[in-house]
Protein backbone atom coordinates (compact mmCIF):
# COMPACT_ATOMS: atom_id res chain seq x y z
CA UNK A 1 0.00 0.00 0.00
CA UNK A 2 1.29 3.45 -1.10
CA UNK A 3 1.94 6.03 1.92
CA UNK A 4 -0.77 8.89 2.17
CA UNK A 5 0.37 12.10 -0.21
CA UNK A 6 0.92 14.98 1.97
CA UNK A 7 -0.39 18.19 1.23
CA UNK A 8 0.36 21.62 3.38
CA UNK A 9 -1.34 24.82 3.91
CA UNK A 10 -0.53 27.49 5.53
CA UNK A 11 -2.19 30.79 6.56
CA UNK A 12 -0.86 34.25 6.79
CA UNK A 13 -1.94 38.40 7.28
CA UNK A 14 1.36 39.29 5.80
CA UNK A 15 3.25 40.22 9.13
CA UNK A 16 5.86 37.44 9.65
CA UNK A 17 7.51 37.21 6.24
CA UNK A 18 10.86 35.76 7.70
CA UNK A 19 8.98 33.52 9.68
CA UNK A 20 6.74 32.16 6.52
CA UNK A 21 10.39 32.19 4.79
CA UNK A 22 11.83 30.03 7.34
CA UNK A 23 8.77 27.40 7.57
CA UNK A 24 8.37 27.07 4.17
CA UNK A 25 12.55 26.31 4.19
CA UNK A 26 11.79 23.24 6.87
CA UNK A 27 8.72 22.22 4.44
CA UNK A 28 11.13 21.92 1.61
CA UNK A 29 13.37 20.58 3.68
CA UNK A 30 11.05 17.02 4.26
CA UNK A 31 12.28 13.65 3.57
CA UNK A 32 9.50 12.79 2.33
CA UNK A 33 8.43 15.69 0.28
CA UNK A 34 5.07 17.63 0.24
CA UNK A 35 2.80 16.89 -3.26
CA UNK A 36 1.17 20.27 -2.91
CA UNK A 37 1.78 23.84 -0.66
CA UNK A 38 -0.45 26.04 -0.53
CA UNK A 39 -0.27 29.33 1.14
CA UNK A 40 -3.34 31.92 1.90
CA UNK A 41 -3.26 35.46 2.39
CA UNK A 42 -6.20 35.92 4.58
CA UNK A 43 -6.99 39.66 3.81
CA UNK A 44 -3.90 40.69 2.91
CA UNK A 45 -1.39 40.48 0.27
CA UNK A 46 1.73 37.86 -0.11
CA UNK A 47 4.94 38.16 0.11
CA UNK A 48 7.26 36.46 -2.84
CA UNK A 49 7.04 33.05 -2.22
CA UNK A 50 8.90 30.09 -4.36
CA UNK A 51 7.62 28.87 -7.19
CA UNK A 52 6.46 25.86 -5.82
CA UNK A 53 3.89 26.87 -3.67
CA UNK A 54 0.31 27.73 -4.81
CA UNK A 55 -1.03 31.72 -3.74
CA UNK A 56 -4.66 32.27 -2.62
CA UNK A 57 -5.00 35.71 -1.53
CA UNK A 58 -8.50 36.44 -0.01
CA UNK A 59 -10.12 39.77 -0.12
CA UNK A 60 -11.05 40.11 3.70
CA UNK A 61 -9.89 38.24 6.76
CA UNK A 62 -12.58 35.00 7.10
CA UNK A 63 -10.90 33.65 10.32
CA UNK A 64 -8.90 30.91 10.89
CA UNK A 65 -11.84 28.68 9.69
CA UNK A 66 -12.80 30.34 6.25
CA UNK A 67 -9.30 30.64 5.69
CA UNK A 68 -8.92 26.95 5.91
CA UNK A 69 -11.45 26.05 3.93
CA UNK A 70 -10.13 28.34 1.35
CA UNK A 71 -6.75 26.48 1.57
CA UNK A 72 -8.78 23.03 1.31
CA UNK A 73 -10.45 24.00 -1.85
CA UNK A 74 -7.32 24.94 -3.70
CA UNK A 75 -5.80 21.56 -2.48
CA UNK A 76 -9.27 20.04 -3.81
CA UNK A 77 -8.83 21.44 -7.12
CA UNK A 78 -5.23 19.41 -7.52
CA UNK A 79 -7.19 16.09 -6.58
CA UNK A 80 -3.52 14.61 -5.64
CA UNK A 81 -3.41 14.86 -1.94
CA UNK A 82 -4.33 12.38 1.04
CA UNK A 83 -3.52 14.00 4.11
CA UNK A 84 -3.35 17.81 4.88
CA UNK A 85 -0.90 19.31 7.40
CA UNK A 86 -1.73 22.92 8.86
CA UNK A 87 0.98 24.86 10.24
CA UNK A 88 1.23 28.29 11.73
CA UNK A 89 3.36 30.67 9.89
CA UNK A 90 5.39 31.28 12.75
CA UNK A 91 6.39 27.98 13.40
CA UNK A 92 8.82 25.56 12.15
CA UNK A 93 9.41 22.07 11.20
CA UNK A 94 12.72 20.72 13.03
CA UNK A 95 12.91 17.42 11.88
CA UNK A 96 12.94 16.24 8.55
CA UNK A 97 11.04 12.89 9.29
CA UNK A 98 7.69 14.83 10.21
CA UNK A 99 5.93 14.20 6.95
CA UNK A 100 7.62 10.65 7.08
CA UNK A 101 6.29 9.46 10.09
CA UNK A 102 2.88 11.31 9.53
CA UNK A 103 2.43 9.13 6.56
CA UNK A 104 3.44 5.80 8.28
CA UNK A 105 0.81 6.97 11.11
CA UNK A 106 -1.71 7.51 8.43
CA UNK A 107 -0.81 4.40 6.40
CA UNK A 108 -1.26 2.06 9.45
CA UNK A 109 -4.80 2.98 10.31
CA UNK A 110 -7.72 3.57 7.68
CA UNK A 111 -9.81 5.80 10.66
CA UNK A 112 -7.11 7.79 12.04
CA UNK A 113 -9.01 11.26 10.88
CA UNK A 114 -6.51 13.90 12.81
CA UNK A 115 -3.26 13.29 14.17
CA UNK A 116 -1.70 16.15 16.55
CA UNK A 117 1.92 17.85 16.73
CA UNK A 118 3.64 19.34 20.20
CA UNK A 119 4.01 22.35 20.51
CA UNK A 120 7.53 23.43 21.75
CA UNK A 121 9.17 26.47 22.02
CA UNK A 122 13.29 26.88 21.37
CA UNK A 123 13.86 25.21 24.67
CA UNK A 124 11.51 22.31 23.85
CA UNK A 125 9.19 23.31 26.24
CA UNK A 126 5.78 22.88 25.74
CA UNK A 127 2.82 24.63 27.41
CA UNK A 128 0.18 22.99 29.40
CA UNK A 129 -2.29 24.46 27.57
CA UNK A 130 -1.21 23.29 24.53
CA UNK A 131 -1.65 19.52 25.55
CA UNK A 132 -4.74 18.13 24.43
CA UNK A 133 -6.22 15.99 27.53
CA UNK A 134 -7.01 16.93 31.00
CA UNK A 135 -4.27 15.29 32.59
CA UNK A 136 -1.34 17.77 31.24
CA UNK A 137 1.27 16.91 33.48
CA UNK A 138 3.61 15.12 30.74
CA UNK A 139 3.64 16.40 27.51
CA UNK A 140 5.71 13.38 26.23
CA UNK A 141 2.53 11.17 26.97
CA UNK A 142 0.80 10.57 23.48
CA UNK A 143 -2.42 8.86 22.17
CA UNK A 144 -6.16 8.91 21.54
CA UNK A 145 -7.17 12.19 22.85
CA UNK A 146 -10.54 14.39 21.91
CA UNK A 147 -9.62 17.55 20.57
CA UNK A 148 -5.88 18.87 18.66
CA UNK A 149 -4.20 21.96 18.47
CA UNK A 150 -4.66 24.03 15.58
CA UNK A 151 -1.01 25.05 15.30
CA UNK A 152 0.18 22.19 13.66
CA UNK A 153 -1.94 18.77 12.72
CA UNK A 154 -2.54 16.74 9.86
CA UNK A 155 -5.94 15.61 8.41
CA UNK A 156 -7.43 12.76 6.45
CA UNK A 157 -8.54 14.32 3.56
CA UNK A 158 -11.30 11.32 3.42
CA UNK A 159 -12.17 12.24 6.71
CA UNK A 160 -12.87 15.86 5.63
CA UNK A 161 -15.11 14.74 2.48
CA UNK A 162 -17.20 12.87 5.07
CA UNK A 163 -17.64 15.12 7.77
CA UNK A 164 -17.07 18.84 6.44
CA UNK A 165 -14.67 21.27 6.67
CA UNK A 166 -14.03 23.90 9.20
CA UNK A 167 -16.74 25.65 10.58
CA UNK A 168 -16.71 28.88 9.12
CA UNK A 169 -19.11 30.92 11.50
CA UNK A 170 -16.53 30.57 14.40
CA UNK A 171 -14.05 33.06 13.03
CA UNK A 172 -11.34 31.89 15.45
CA UNK A 173 -11.27 29.86 18.72
CA UNK A 174 -12.84 26.29 19.28
CA UNK A 175 -12.97 24.97 16.03
CA UNK A 176 -10.54 22.75 16.50
CA UNK A 177 -12.88 20.91 18.55
CA UNK A 178 -16.16 21.64 16.76
CA UNK A 179 -13.87 19.22 14.01
CA UNK A 180 -12.66 17.05 16.29
CA UNK A 181 -16.00 15.85 18.22
CA UNK A 182 -17.65 15.47 14.28
CA UNK A 183 -14.59 13.34 13.48
CA UNK A 184 -15.17 11.24 16.81
CA UNK A 185 -18.72 10.65 15.95
CA UNK A 186 -18.53 9.73 12.62
CA UNK A 187 -16.15 7.36 13.90
CA UNK A 188 -12.41 8.67 13.11
CA UNK A 189 -9.42 8.44 15.57
CA UNK A 190 -7.97 11.88 17.17
CA UNK A 191 -4.19 11.00 18.08
CA UNK A 192 -1.57 13.01 19.45
CA UNK A 193 1.85 12.09 18.53
CA UNK A 194 4.13 13.98 20.77
CA UNK A 195 7.14 12.96 18.30
CA UNK A 196 6.09 15.67 15.69
CA UNK A 197 7.37 18.64 17.21
CA UNK A 198 6.15 21.89 15.70
CA UNK A 199 8.75 24.46 17.31
CA UNK A 200 7.36 27.93 18.15
CA UNK A 201 7.82 30.86 19.99
CA UNK A 202 6.60 30.62 23.97
CA UNK A 203 3.40 32.33 23.73
CA UNK A 204 0.19 33.56 25.95
CA UNK A 205 -2.98 33.96 24.88
CA UNK A 206 -4.01 37.76 23.93
CA UNK A 207 -6.50 38.09 26.48
CA UNK A 208 -8.23 41.15 24.98
CA UNK A 209 -12.29 41.87 24.56
CA UNK A 210 -12.69 39.94 21.73
CA UNK A 211 -10.53 37.04 22.42
CA UNK A 212 -13.23 36.67 25.93
CA UNK A 213 -16.25 37.04 24.02
CA UNK A 214 -15.03 34.68 20.48
CA UNK A 215 -14.13 32.31 23.17
CA UNK A 216 -17.67 32.15 25.11
CA UNK A 217 -19.59 33.03 22.24
CA UNK A 218 -18.02 29.40 20.39
CA UNK A 219 -18.58 27.64 23.78
CA UNK A 220 -21.85 27.76 23.41
CA UNK A 221 -22.24 27.59 20.13
CA UNK A 222 -20.12 24.00 20.42
CA UNK A 223 -22.51 22.79 23.18
CA UNK A 224 -25.70 23.90 21.19
CA UNK A 225 -24.31 22.27 17.75
CA UNK A 226 -23.13 19.22 19.18
CA UNK A 227 -24.08 17.87 22.47
CA UNK A 228 -27.04 16.04 23.66
CA UNK A 229 -30.08 17.93 24.93
CA UNK A 230 -28.95 16.77 28.78
CA UNK A 231 -25.67 17.73 28.86
CA UNK A 232 -25.54 21.71 27.26
CA UNK A 233 -26.91 23.28 30.37
CA UNK A 234 -24.06 20.83 32.67
CA UNK A 235 -21.24 21.55 30.03
CA UNK A 236 -22.32 25.59 29.95
CA UNK A 237 -22.86 25.59 33.88
CA UNK A 238 -19.15 24.37 34.00
CA UNK A 239 -17.68 25.94 31.37
CA UNK A 240 -19.01 29.11 33.52
CA UNK A 241 -17.52 28.51 36.70
CA UNK A 242 -13.83 27.90 34.77
CA UNK A 243 -13.90 31.49 33.04
CA UNK A 244 -15.10 33.45 36.65
CA UNK A 245 -11.90 31.59 38.07
CA UNK A 246 -9.49 31.91 35.80
CA UNK A 247 -10.64 35.73 34.16
CA UNK A 248 -8.79 38.35 36.39
CA UNK A 249 -10.25 41.11 34.74
CA UNK A 250 -14.11 43.02 35.40
CA UNK A 251 -13.27 43.88 31.45
CA UNK A 252 -13.17 40.75 30.77
CA UNK A 253 -15.65 39.12 32.68
CA UNK A 254 -17.99 41.36 31.04
CA UNK A 255 -17.08 40.58 27.32
CA UNK A 256 -17.38 36.65 28.31
CA UNK A 257 -20.66 37.08 29.47
CA UNK A 258 -21.57 39.03 26.24
CA UNK A 259 -20.27 36.57 24.32
CA UNK A 260 -22.04 33.54 26.03
CA UNK A 261 -24.93 35.90 25.35
CA UNK A 262 -24.59 35.96 22.22
CA UNK A 263 -23.93 32.61 22.06
CA UNK A 264 -27.36 31.81 23.13
CA UNK A 265 -29.22 34.10 21.07
CA UNK A 266 -27.93 33.70 17.59
CA UNK A 267 -28.22 29.86 15.96
CA UNK A 268 -24.61 28.59 14.47
CA UNK A 269 -26.75 25.61 12.04
CA UNK A 270 -26.89 22.66 11.94
CA UNK A 271 -27.74 21.19 15.21
CA UNK A 272 -26.17 17.42 14.86
CA UNK A 273 -26.09 16.27 18.50
CA UNK A 274 -23.89 13.42 18.78
CA UNK A 275 -24.57 10.31 19.54
CA UNK A 276 -24.60 8.95 23.45
CA UNK A 277 -21.78 6.48 22.36
CA UNK A 278 -18.98 8.95 21.35
CA UNK A 279 -20.12 10.76 24.99
CA UNK A 280 -19.30 7.35 26.49
CA UNK A 281 -16.04 6.70 24.27
CA UNK A 282 -14.98 10.45 24.78
CA UNK A 283 -15.10 9.95 28.41
CA UNK A 284 -13.47 6.39 27.95
CA UNK A 285 -10.47 9.14 26.38
CA UNK A 286 -10.27 10.69 29.66
CA UNK A 287 -12.72 13.79 28.72
CA UNK A 288 -16.13 13.86 28.56
CA UNK A 289 -18.05 16.44 26.88
CA UNK A 290 -18.53 18.66 29.76
CA UNK A 291 -15.45 20.00 30.56
Not at 162 to 173: K, L, R, V
Not at 206 to 231: D, E, G, I, Q, S
Request: with cysteine.
Amino acid sequence: MRHPRVGVAILTMGTRPAELADLLASVAGQNTPATRVVVVGNGSPLPSLPEWVARVELPENLGVAGGRNAALARLREFGDVDVVVDLDDDGLLISPEVFTRLAELYAADQQLGVVGFRIADEQGRTQRRHVPRLRAADPMRGGLVTTFLGGGHGLSMRMLDQIGGWPEPFFYAHEETDLAWRALDAGWKVLYEPELVLQHPWTSPTRHAVFHRMVARNRVWLAKRHLPALLVPVYLAVWTVMAMARTRSGAGLRAWFGGFAEGLRTPCPPRRPMRWSTVWRMTCLGRPPVV
